[in-house]
């Protein structure tokens, strides 16, 4: 019997990815291919749908060479919490000052809409007690709204179908309107059973959405994976290389698809504290440009900060909290591409690893192993350096995108030991940051006992020790490392219908890869950096207070 596979489809922030992925959860090809981003002003970060859709269909066709196409048996996409924007023939419309209509995409991490969002806040309007009872600009009511209040005329009037990319891509894939309750409930205040609040649009300036049913920003909803109209159109097979008919899962953000590739994982055997517990033991970190924590719940938890309760919005039938961080990955390339040793760096890593395709960031962890020597961790080389690392903002669970970065402990050196130390303490400062977030989550009710890793900073053995030895949990690493692809397959095999829930799918398919523990030698080294950490968020707060002072 022919072997069946699915395809996951991911787009991140620069790059589209695609796999084909077996019934049992194993990559057999992936293939990826860039896609641009533009920043025509501060806080303006955009996209072409165009572009993605063609760049989906090129990667698609790469990871099927050499299989039949009927044995693929489905489709699943996964994208950025991006807002496309349409008009009634479905054709992009621009969402910049330059008019260029193939600039269609509002990307995740745009925040042009900050005073939009704070705005909102300030409704108190109910539906603000499910995203931690602040608005964040990087959900879409601000966005829309700042649309609508500067771009009347070339965007708002014209516009006709708004949508979060992860459902533009499913429907570009099969025509279907029906919106994914994963984009809908966890960025645009949907609230299942009871849909749209309508007094919510009316009451910031948006009540021309509630037209027709709320047409433009989706009237008909259903969970992830659930199978979308008759799967993939004439003309969207014939893109992507595949059979019309093929089945199409409903959608997910990148961050929950990760959630879904890890975090439902048979644990047996690794003598970890959520073994024989509940799936709400545990909990996802989706750790690229960005981290999304994914944690679960049976009943609604309202965490202060934190994204959701959301209803169905990664594995149905369960209520999602989702903490963040706006820059993770992001701020480190920042902090080490912007140091004066940077070129000195790049020339020792090219030195150290000429042929093995090793990065500056495995040379940084070999660097600070020699700074330690075998007498200490490297933890410790961190005492004296101490960072705040919101240099894009809190999403969690302070939830306030104003906040700045800070860097306590800096010397007039300019050397590699320098640029180590400054890297170094960014990781900590990003995990202490992941203890914030888990200190919020447990005093609200969750019981999280082990983290699960994925994503591309979960590959830097660094990062993934000092999450550990910072929070004092386990760290689970996945078999497959692009576990955001296999959660994209999972939607894939619910829409062929060859699983029955996306919970059978989730445990065929995630499987454990390797297993890191704190060093609990530690845990008072990170119990007096936490307490700085705090500090220096005190600090920040206490400047500000001084400087709005008339």
């Known amino acids: 019997m022919a072997e069946v596979y699915y395809v996951g489809v991911d787009v991140g922030t620069n790059s589209v990815r695609a796999a084909l992925v077996t019934r049992e959860g194993v990559l057999k090809s992936t293939a990826e291919e860039h896609i641009s981003i533009w920043q025509p002003q501060c806080d303006h970060y955009v996209q072409s749908s165009t572009e993605i859709w063609e760049k989906c269909c090129t990667a698609v066709q790469k990871v099927i060479q050499g299989v039949q196409t009927s044995q693929v048996r489905g489709v699943g996409f996964d994208a950025t919490c991006s807002l496309v924007v349409l008009d009634q023939s479905f054709q992009p419309v621009p969402v910049g000052h330059d008019g260029d209509k193939q600039r269609n995409v509002v990307m995740w991490m745009d925040h042009r809409a900050a005073e939009q969002a704070t705005r909102i806040t300030k409704t108190g309007h109910k539906v603000l007690s499910r995203v931690g009872g602040v608005m964040s600009p990087e959900m879409q009511p601000p966005k829309l709204l700042w649309l609508k209040e500067n771009l009347k005329e070339s965007c708002w009037n014209k516009a006709a179908h708004f949508f979060d990319l992860p459902d533009f891509l499913s429907w570009k894939a099969t025509g279907s309107l029906t919106r994914s309750l994963c984009t809908l409930v966890c960025k645009w205040t949907y609230c299942p059973p009871d849909g749209w609040d309508a007094s919510f649009w009316t009451s910031i300036g948006l009540e021309d959405l509630l037209e027709n049913n709320f047409s433009k920003i989706g009237s008909a909803t259903c969970s992830p994976g659930?199978?979308?109209?008759?799967?993939?159109?004439?003309?969207?097979?014939?893109?992507?290389?595949?059979?019309?008919?093929?089945?199409?899962?409903?959608?997910?953000?990148?961050?929950?698809?990760?959630?879904?590739?890890?975090?439902?994982?048979?644990?047996?055997?690794?003598?970890?504290?959520?073994?024989?517990?509940?799936?709400?033991?545990?909990?996802?970190?989706?750790?690229?440009?960005?981290t999304c924590h994914m944690a679960i719940s049976e009943q609604p938890l309202f965490?202060?900060?934190?994204?959701?309760?959301?209803?169905?919005?990664?594995?149905?039938?369960?209520?999602?909290?989702?903490?963040?961080?706006?820059?993770?990955?992001?701020?480190i390339d920042h902090i080490v591409n912007g140091h004066a040793a940077y070129v000195q760096l790049q020339e020792q890593a090219q030195q150290r690893f000429p042929f093995t395709g090793e990065n500056i960031y495995s040379y940084l962890n070999s660097h600070l192993s020699v700074m330690a020597n075998s007498c200490s961790a490297v933890d410790l080389l961190g005492s004296s350096l101490h960072m705040w690392p919101d240099f894009h903002g809190n999403r969690s669970p302070l939830a306030d995108p104003t906040l700045k970065g800070m860097v306590i402990g800096l010397s007039l050196s300019q050397t590699l030991d320098d640029l180590a130390l400054l890297y170094l303490v960014t990781i900590q400062a990003l995990a202490l940051g992941t203890l914030h977030i888990l200190e919020a989550m447990k005093e609200a009710g969750h019981d999280i006992r082990t983290l699960f890793l994925c994503g591309g900073l979960s590959k830097n053995s660094l990062f993934v020790q000092i999450h550990a030895n910072a929070t004092g949990l386990p760290v689970v690493l996945p078999d497959q490392m692009e576990a955001v692809l296999i959660g994209a397959a999972v939607l894939g095999a619910c829409a062929s219908q060859d699983y029955s829930t996306i919970q059978e799918a989730m445990e065929k398919m995630a499987r454990v890869g390797k297993v890191v523990q704190p060093d609990h030698k530690l845990q008072s080294f990170y119990e007096r950096k936490y307490k700085v950490f705090l500090k220096l968020f005190a600090h920040q707060r206490e400047y500000q207070a001084i400087m709005n002072q008339r």
């Open 303 to 331: 965490v202060p900060g934190v994204w959701g309760p959301c209803l169905s919005a990664m594995v149905p039938g369960l209520w999602l909290n989702e903490g963040g961080q706006s820059a993770t990955g992001r701020l």
């Open 226 to 290: 659930s199978p979308l109209g008759g799967g993939l159109t004439q003309e969207a097979a014939a893109e992507l290389g595949l059979d019309p008919g093929t089945a199409v899962g409903a959608s997910l953000i990148d961050a929950h698809a990760g959630g879904l590739g890890v975090i439902g994982a048979d644990v047996k055997g690794f003598n970890l504290p959520c073994e024989d517990q509940p799936i709400t033991s545990r909990m996802a970190m989706i750790c690229g440009t960005s």
